[in-house]
């Protein structure tokens, strides 16, 4: 990601995620890599509401303003953390079964890299990756 940022102009955009791929904006224009971060773990629930289905079609929405050899990534917690006093249950971007359901239905290449999870070396947290 460093080499990446030190030979070329990141785009910004401030707004809703739900909005982010037919911003006016962007409109024509592909990404190598769009960062995430936490919040498709927040999709579903209380924050934006979304189902599963609604969420695996945002993803495809990612995808069309992707390059072609372009990538979107975000942050899956641990599963070993549910529930707890927040959540219930896993958020279903950091569920397994989900991951599977993003492969088949949203046509990515799904992969994750591994990282131990702060404060304890027992617990795995993940990015993950989804390709074209």
């Known amino acids: 990601m460093k080499g990446i940022l030190e030979s070329s102009k990141p785009t910004l955009?401030?707004?809703s995620v739900l909005e982010l791929a037919?911003?006016?904006r962007l409109i024509g224009e592909k990404f190598d890599l769009i960062n995430?971060?936490?919040i498709p773990n927040y999709l579903t629930g209380r924050s934006f509401g979304l189902t599963e289905a609604g969420v695996i079609a945002l993803f495809r929405k990612f995808k069309k303003i992707c390059s072609s050899n372009g990538a979107i990534f975000f942050y899956s917690y641990d599963n070993s953390i549910y529930p707890n006093s927040r959540s219930s249950i896993i958020p279903p971007a950091s569920?397994?079964?989900f991951?599977?359901?993003l492969k088949e239905?949203?046509?990515?290449?799904v992969s994750q890299?591994?990282?131990p999870g702060l404060g304890s070396e027992s617990k795995c947290d993940r990015v993950t990756i989804l390709k074209k």
């Open 36 to 38: 995430l971060s936490n």
């Open 95 to 97: 569920s397994r079964a």
């Open 99 to 101: 991951l599977k359901k």
């Open 113 to 115: 890299k591994k990282f």
């Open 13 to 15: 955009i401030v707004g």
């Open 105 to 109: 239905y949203g046509s990515f290449n």
């Open 22 to 24: 037919t911003n006016k």
